[in-house]
Structure formats: structure tokens, C-alpha cells
């Protein structure tokens, strides 16, 4: 059961994160440079790992850990070479979905500041 008051439900919930990662991926899906680092012909999956994980994060389900264990985010990240060209990639991509869901300047501050943070701590590679 999600945490009553979290910031996952002071945020929309469940469809709030559904929404961002659905706006997320859309961009991903035809960018060059962050394509590769998703295997799977069908993106549907990777959308459901984040969608979870963030739900997980922000107070909600724990279904991302009864599924998948520990979330081990540079460990599943490791195999593929993350960059500064992939990282400030990714978060174009987020800033854009971010943008989509229109939250208070707050809420909005408060996930961007923390995607600003795992998108620099998955960097693995200097180029």
C-alpha cells in the first residue's frame, strides 16, 4: 500500500508516472544516440521497469522490488556505454516529459532535481 501524503500521491499517483514514462520513452524511441541502450525491439517493457521503479521511489507499490529485487541501477546500466552525450540525452528526453505533466514548481523541481542526479550517476563513460 502506497504511503499516505507521499510524494508519489500528492503527485497524481500511479497514472502521474505512468504519464511522464509513457512521454519519456516516446522520445527515446527515435533517438539515435539512447535507442541502443535499450535491447528489446519492443520498448513496452523498459516502460514498465521505470514506470515502477518510479512509482516504487516516490512512495508508492513496492511492485518494482517484489518483481525485480533491488533496483541495482548502475549494475543493469553497466553493459552499455552511458555517457555525457547519452546522459544529457536522456534528460532532454525527461525534461520534455517532465514539461508535459504540468506539476507545481515545486513537485516539478523536486523530480528534476533527483533525475539530474541519476542521470549524472549513471555516467560510466568520460566520452
Known sequence: MPDAGSFYD????????R????????GVATDPLLRPIYPEEDLGPATERLTLFLIQYWGGPHTYSEQRGH???RMRHAPFKVGPAERDAWLGHMRRALDTLRLPAEQDARL????????????????
Not at 504519464?19 to 516516446?26: I, M
Not at 528534476?112 to 566520452?127: I, K, L
Open 10 to 17: 500528492l503527485v497524481g499517483g500511479e497514472p502521474t508516472f
Open 71 to 73: 533496483p541495482r541501477l
Open 112 to 127: 528534476w532535481e533527483y533525475f539530474t542526479h541519476a542521470a549524472q550517476f549513471m555516467v560510466n563513460s568520460p566520452d
Open 19 to 26: 504519464k511522464l514514462v509513457n512521454e519519456f520513452y516516446a
